[in-house]
């Protein structure tokens, strides 16, 4: 079975504050892909990044930036100087090769101004 | 092509009722999802296909629940019968499976209310 848990239910920052949204994941499967979506207030969930199960390679990109750890078990995901548009629900999923995506409970982000 | 469209956006029906919702996915994607997202939860899977053939339903749909997609394009997912706790977003996305590409790309949902 696969599981994927956000422990952090809700954070708030004051803007341009780092922050770190942490996402733990289960799975048998050797290979496995791993995601970070956004949904803000509109409703529509937006795609953020998508990791390789074999790249732990670590990225950074503009202001995001993802630590993924196989030996912990992680995908945590990084915002950089937070901006107030940052404001959205941000959910961590997992799926065996495009097929049934599994998803975090997500973690509501407030950047307050 | 601008993304994924579902119609319609907002549903309001009588507990009994049949509803039937449309999902026209990204033109070049072969993979079709459904989920569902209740207030303050991730989506749960319902069902996906690759081209036209269901190849996975989650054991949260239950008979009331069928999805269809004839001609590997536009996908409907219908509920009969509808009870208050099928009000819900309900979110179609498509993907493209092949060449190591495997995210999906989400709808903007229709938000189904069961009175």
């Known amino acids: 079975a696969q599981k994927v848990t956000q422990a952090q239910t809700e954070i708030s920052v004051v803007e341009k504050e780092d922050v770190t949204l942490d996402c733990v994941y289960e799975t048998r499967d050797t290979t496995y892909y791993l995601f970070w979506y956004k949904q803000p207030p509109s409703g529509e969930l937006v795609f953020l990044i998508r990791?390789?199960?074999?790249?732990?390679q670590n990225e950074i990109s503009g202001r995001y930036s993802w630590n993924f750890q196989k030996s912990t078990s992680s995908f945590n995901f990084t915002i950089t100087a937070s901006q107030v548009v940052d404001s959205a629900v941000y959910f961590c999923a997992l799926t065996p090769y495009g097929q049934n995506f599994v998803f975090g409970p997500g973690t509501r982000l407030s950047v307050l101004p | 092509d601008t993304g994924v469209s579902q119609d319609p956006r907002h549903k309001i029906t009588k507990r009994g009722q049949n509803v039937t919702f449309r999902c026209d996915p990204i033109s070049e994607h072969n993979r079709l999802y459904w989920y569902r997202q209740t207030l303050g939860q991730g989506p749960e899977f319902l069902t996906y296909f690759q081209n036209e053939a269901q190849l996975e339903k989650s054991r949260l749909l239950s008979d009331r629940f069928s999805a269809e997609r004839p001609k590997g394009s536009f996908s409907t997912l219908e509920i009969q019968r509808t009870e208050q706790g099928d009000s819900a977003m309900y979110l179609c996305a498509s993907s493209f499976a092949g060449g190591g590409n495997t995210e999906a790309f989400f709808g903007q949902g229709t938000r189904l209310t069961v009175v």
């Open positions: 990791r390789n199960s074999f790249d732990e």
